[in-house]
Nanobody
Framework: QVHLVESGGGLVQAGGSLRLSCVVS????????MGWYRQALGNERELVAS???????DYADSVTGRFTISRDNAKNTVYLQMNSLKPEDTAVYYC??????????????????WGQGTQVTVSS
């Protein structure tokens, strides 16, 4: 089983910044991709940003230019730097990893694992 632990959420005023971190129990250099999703109250979970094993990144239109996803393979950690935050960014943010590896096990198809989520609240 792969475990993910997010941190860095909190309350911030509009225009402020936060950096989320996600520590993974598995070697993320072997992962297919990692990403951040968010779910606002009453809404479905949506993709915020993703980063592939080769470093390619992808962002939701609503955060492009404001958020940056990055990874530190040596620390098995993925980050989400969030700048110029808006009240509509308020949500629970979840870290996700797609990987074929779990401990000594190898799967031919990547499996998806989620963190427990961290609350981000942006006040106006």
């Amino acid at each position: 089983q792969v475990h993910l632990v997010e941190s860095g959420g909190g309350l911030v005023q509009a225009g402020g910044s936060l950096r989320l971190s996600c520590v993974v129990s598995e070697d993320i250099s072997r992962s297919d991709s990692m990403g951040w999703y968010r779910q606002a109250l009453g809404n479905e979970r949506e993709l915020v940003a993703s980063i592939a094993n080769d470093g390619r990144t992808d962002y939701a239109d609503s955060v492009t230019g404001r958020f940056t996803i990055s990874r530190d393979n040596a620390k098995n950690t993925v980050y989400l730097q969030m700048n110029s935050l808006k009240p509509e960014d308020t949500a629970v943010y979840y870290c996700k990893v797609d990987t074929r590896y779990s401990g000594r096990a190898y799967y031919t198809t990547a499996r998806r694992y989620w963190g427990q989520g961290t609350q981000v609240t942006v006040s106006s």
